[in-house]
C-alpha cells in the first residue's frame, strides 16, 4: 500500500495527536472550584497536591514548583556550586537537566547510557568521577528506572549527592520503591504531556529534613510566610526576607488539575501498560522495528513508548518515517536527541558525535509512539497498522 506521504490513502482522517491529556469532568470542576474559591495562587490546595504525591511516592516530603527545570535548579543550588564542580549526568535527555547545571555556573559531564535502558550507565559514571564530582543527576528516562543500586553505591562515601531527573517516572520503582524516596532528591514534571499534568509544574521529593525548609524558601523570594498565610483569616502578618529566593512556586488553579489525576494515578497506568503491551506484541514479529526493552529490576512508568527504527533494513532514516507517520494521521516524538549532539554541546564544549557513541547510535533511530490513558482500541490498531505499511513500503 502506498504511503499518504507518496500520494497513497492515509489510515487516519483525523490526525492522533501525541500526548494528548487526559481531563476528565472532576478535573474541570476542581479548576471552576478554585476560580470560584476566590482563591488562585499558592494555598490549600497545592498544599493539598504535595500531601498527596509524598503520600504516592512514600516520600517524606513533597515540595511543588513550577516545573521539573525549576525542581533541577533548587535542588541543585543547595549545593552552592562553583566553576570547577562538576555534575555527572546524562546526554540522553531534555536539554533542562543539564542547562540548569550550566546556570549555576558549573559543568556538565556527561556519561554516556546503556543500550536497552537508554539510562547513563554506572560504569561510564564511575570513569568520570573526580575530586570535583559534587552530584550525579541521573534520568529515569521514559519511565524507566536509572540504575540507582549502583549510582547510590557509587555517590555513597564520597559526599557526592545525588539528585534524579525523574520527568517521566511518576510511577517509576526501583526494586520495589518508589524513585521518589531514593537518593536526595527528586524531581517531577507535570508538563502538558506527562503523566499527571498541570498545564507546566513540578515537585521536589526528599528525605531530607536540612533540605525541605530551604527549598521552600528559595521557590518562594526566600520570605519567611507565603501569601496563603499573610493573608488569610487571622490577618496579616508580617513577613522577613531572609535569603533572595525565586519565584517558582506553583499555583491552586494548576494544583487543582492534578487532585483528581493523583487519584486515578494507578487506572492511567494500567491503560498505559495495556496499550504498551499491544504494541509490543505486535511490533515483535515485524521486522524494522525493535521494542522497548523492559525494566530488569523495578516497574517502568509507561510514560513514553520509544521503538527503535532498524535502518540497515529501511530505505528511509526515522526522519523520515516520522513525517511519513504524521502524513498517516499519527502525531509520534523523539526522545530525545542526544545533547552532544545540539549545537550548543557540540560547538561550546567540543564534543564529536564518537564521544558518547551509545547514545549518538540511540538518538538516530529512536522513535516514540502515542501512549496515553485517553487512547482508544483503535487509535492502537491504527497506530500499528501505520508502522506495519511504512515498514512494508519502505524495506529495503
Ligand atoms: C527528561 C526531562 N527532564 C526535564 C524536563 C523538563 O520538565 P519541565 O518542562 O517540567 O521543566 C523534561 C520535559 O519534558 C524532560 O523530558
Not at 491529556?21 to 472532576?26: D, T
Not at 512514600?58 to 514548583?65: I, K, L, N, P, R
Not at 540504575?147 to 525523574?166: F, K, P, T, W, Y
Request: charged residues 25%.
Amino acid at each position: 500500500m502506498k504511503p499518504a506521504i507518496e500520494g497513497g490513502t492515509p489510515v487516519r482522517k483525523d490526525f492522533l495527536v501525541f500526548g494528548k491529556p487526559v481531563i476528565r469532568e472532576a478535573d474541570i470542576a476542581e479548576v471552576v472550584d478554585t476560580l470560584r474559591s476566590g482563591w488562585i495562587g499558592h494555598g490549600p490546595k497545592t498544599e493539598r497536591f504535595e500531601r498527596m504525591f509524598a503520600e504516592y511516592t512514600g516520600a517524606e516530603h513533597a515540595v511543588s514548583v513550577n516545573s521539573c527545570t525549576a525542581a533541577m535548579y533548587l535542588s541543585l543550588g543547595l549545593l552552592n556550586l562553583d566553576q570547577d564542580d562538576e555534575v555527572i549526568t546524562s546526554p540522553m535527555t531534555y536539554p533542562s537537566t543539564a542547562n540548569v547545571v550550566l546556570h549555576h555556573g558549573a559543568k556538565a559531564v556527561f556519561a554516556d547510557i546503556c543500550e536497552d535502558s537508554c539510562n547513563i550507565d554506572p560504569d561510564e559514571i564511575f570513569k568520570k568521577i573526580t575530586p570535583r564530582t559534587r552530584a550525579i543527576l541521573p534520568v529515569h528516562l521514559h519511565g524507566y528506572p536509572a540504575d540507582m543500586e549502583r549510582i547510590l553505591d557509587i555517590a555513597d562515601g564520597q559526599n557526592i549527592v545525588v539528585i534524579s531527573d525523574a520527568a517521566h517516572a511518576t510511577e517509576t520503582l526501583c526494586k520495589d520503591r518508589h524513585v521518589g524516596v531514593l537518593g536526595d532528591a527528586t524531581c517531577f514534571s507535570f508538563y502538558a504531556t506527562k503523566n499527571i499534568t498541570t498545564a507546566d509544574g513540578g515537585m521536589i521529593t526528599t528525605n531530607r529534613a536540612d533540605w525541605v525548609e530551604r527549598l521552600r524558601l528559595l521557590r518562594m523570594h526566600g520570605v519567611t510566610r507565603n501569601a496563603w498565610n499573610r493573608f488569610q483569616e487571622k490577618g496579616f502578618k508580617f513577613y522577613d526576607t531572609v535569603t533572595p529566593g525565586y519565584k517558582l512556586n506553583l499555583t491552586d488553579l494548576q494544583s487543582a488539575m492534578a487532585l483528581h489525576q493523583m487519584e486515578r494515578i494507578e487506572e492511567s497506568y494500567e491503560r498505559r501498560t495495556q496499550v504498551w503491551n499491544e504494541y509490543s506484541k505486535a511490533f515483535s514479529s515485524m521486522k524494522g522495528i525493535e521494542i522497548p526493552s523492559e525494566p530488569v529490576y523495578g516497574r517502568h512508568a509507561r510514560h513514553l513508548y520509544p521503538a527503535r527504527l532498524v535502518l540497515d533494513y529501511l530505505k528511509i532514516d526515522r526522519d523520515h518515517f516520522l513525517e511519513a507517520l504524521k502524513a498517516e494521521g499519527i502525531g509520534a516524538g523523539i526522545h530525545f536527541i542526544s545533547l552532544h549532539l545540539h549545537s550548543f554541546y557540540a560547538d561550546t564544549f567540543g564534543y564529536k558525535p564518537q564521544d558518547f557513541p551509545v547514545a549518538a547510535k540511540v538518538s538516530e533511530r529512536t522513535l516514540s509512539l502515542p501512549i496515553s490513558p485517553g487512547l482508544e482500541d483503535i487509535d492502537i490498531s491504527d497506530v500499528i497498522k501505520a508502522c506495519e505499511k511504512l515498514l512494508t513500503y519502505y524495506a529495503r
